[in-house]
């Protein structure tokens, strides 16, 4: 954003996205924002877990789309990434949607426990939950 | 509150509300929350972005209740406003809930960008999320 | 956590839990959520409101689960207050779902008033909704 940083640079935000095709008006926003936030200087990580993880399977990001006519999920997902967000899944929560680690679309960072996303809760400077 | 203000005061919250008609029962609540917070002197914004943004087209809040027989979502609006609550409308979710700048009820303070929302985020005390 | 406590230990934190049996895929991972909080020395109260309430209904818990043969939702409950994570129920809330006092769960430590969540929300470290 240029030499001159904002006062909220450097703060940390955790996106908890929960969200997932059940509920394709909820799962382009969450990136969009995520990636405004990390425009803004923020360190971002979004959090994939519940039906979220859902969207890191092979072929649905590619595939879904918030609106009638909108753009698919994955590129607010890659948007979110190019301007820095990183990417997490929840590890507890793949067995539940039957997601085996191949399956995971190549943008995830990192596969993480459920301690990962409480420690990231406890200590960053914002969580959202979308 | 009288002239007791509690230790909370002046904290600032932000209420993003994401749910709209499609879940009634999830749409008064956070209206009654916000009111609360600023009757105990918390400054309170509650932005309406993803579905929320359709409770602020004419028509939406007036005629939807989140429980049958309960009153409907304009009465929680506007306690929350009464109380200091400001509304603010998501720009960028209006096209895709084809929503018009006349479209939208005159209890709305401002439309304002997703940077605002972000700001917001990382500024305030408080970030709920509906 | 034995003799070496978290830089994060102490922590308050309030889980806001508006999901219910319409969406029981939404109601496993916030207790497993608090119950790790817990683990790691933070005070956690889950705060049972809007269709939340519906799970302390004597007999809701107990049948239902977030995932076909998953464990029943009550298990994750109790795994929580194990942990030493507080349960409260929204007292505004139990009129528009039916609920009266003796309907509800022993696994309750406190009814409570739409004040208290309030509060709860201003003087916590971190809030999270699901």
Not at 7 to 29: D, F, L, N, Q, W
Not at 99 to 117: F, H, K, P, R, T
Request: proline share 4%.
């Amino acid at each position: 954003m240029g030499a001159v940083r904002s006062a909220e640079a450097g703060k940390r935000v955790v996106i908890v996205m929960t969200s997932g095709p059940s509920t394709p008006h909820r799962c382009a926003t969450p990136f969009f924002i995520g990636m405004l936030l990390a425009s803004m200087d923020a360190e971002v990580a979004i959090f994939f877990t519940m039906e979220g993880v859902l969207l890191t399977r092979r072929g649905v990001a590619e595939n879904l789309a918030a609106m009638a006519g909108g753009k698919e999920i994955i590129h607010f997902i890659r948007e979110a990434k190019e301007a820095g967000v990183k990417l997490y899944m929840c590890r507890p929560a793949m067995p539940g949607y039957d997601i085996d680690d191949e399956d995971i679309i190549s943008e995830i960072d990192e596969v993480a426990s459920g301690g990962v996303l409480a420690e990231m809760i406890l200590s960053c400077d914002k969580a959202l939950f979308f």
